[in-house]
């Protein structure tokens, strides 16, 4: 079966440093990878997606940028945080070519002080 | 503009009672639609998913309806529990584009009280 693993679960930073979220699913190859962002009480936006290794898409320029090493590992990173940073970041995977279910990591919840 | 619209944006309840979230979609060419619950937290959970040609769908208490002509769909929650106090999301995937970006709704917070 299919697991999407996502850490850490929370994360304290001063503004100013640097950040790195990692993802990684089991059980399935070439998936469709997704990360979102949710400021409290809004919606999901959509940061950045991918359909194979070393392919991103951003859908909002903002301080942060993504990478695919690997084929099932999906990392979000930014140089200097600002506070705007803040917020629950969630990991998503599904399969490709389709418009399929989406399955999401448990979330890491981002304080940026 | 691919666009997902939910009402109300919160809700309370009283443990027991029904309830229906609505939601308005303009995505087009439509493949489905699926209801998520997101608990406080955590990340959201594929509840159920229509397609063009289904009016209704259940799985347990929770019962979607989809009206494809007019973009509506609704989800409605029989016998609420204290564990349905979670954020609702309606999410609509296009028929075609790539990666198949689907478009969310920004959720109806739902709140049950013994």
């Known amino acids: 079966s299919q697991t999407i693993h996502q850490w850490p679960a929370t994360l304290v930073q001063p503004v100013g440093s640097p950040l790195s979220l990692e993802c990684t699913v089991e059980g399935t190859s070439n998936p469709n990878l997704y990360w979102y962002r949710q400021a409290a009480g809004r919606g999901l936006q959509l940061l950045f997606y991918s359909v194979g290794i070393g392919q991103i898409s951003s859908e909002v320029p903002q301080n942060l940028s993504a990478s695919r090493p690997q084929d099932r590992q999906f990392i979000l990173s930014s140089k200097k945080l600002l506070l705007s940073d803040s917020g629950f970041y969630l990991c998503?995977?599904?399969?490709?070519?389709?418009?399929?279910?989406?399955?999401f990591g448990s979330g890491t919840q981002l304080s940026v002080l | 503009k691919n666009q997902v619209e939910q009402s109300p944006q919160s809700l309370i309840i009283l443990e027991g009672k029904n309830c229906t979230l609505q939601?308005?979609?303009?995505?087009?060419?439509?493949?489905?639609l699926r209801w998520y619950k997101q608990d406080t937290g955590r990340g959201p959970v594929s509840l159920t998913i229509?397609?063009?040609?289904?009016n209704t769908k259940s799985n347990g208490r929770y019962t979607a309806t989809l009206d494809a002509d007019t973009k509506q769909s609704s989800l409605h929650i029989t016998a609420s529990q204290l564990s349905d106090s979670a954020s609702y999301i309606c999410v609509v995937s296009p028929a075609s584009g790539g990666s198949y970006i689907p478009t969310f709704g920004r959720g109806t917070s739902l709140i049950v009280h013994p």
């Open positions: 229509m397609t063009f040609s289904e």
């Open positions: 939601c308005n979609y303009t995505v087009s060419p439509f493949s489905n």
């Open positions: 998503a995977w599904r399969l490709p070519g389709g418009a399929g279910k989406l399955f």
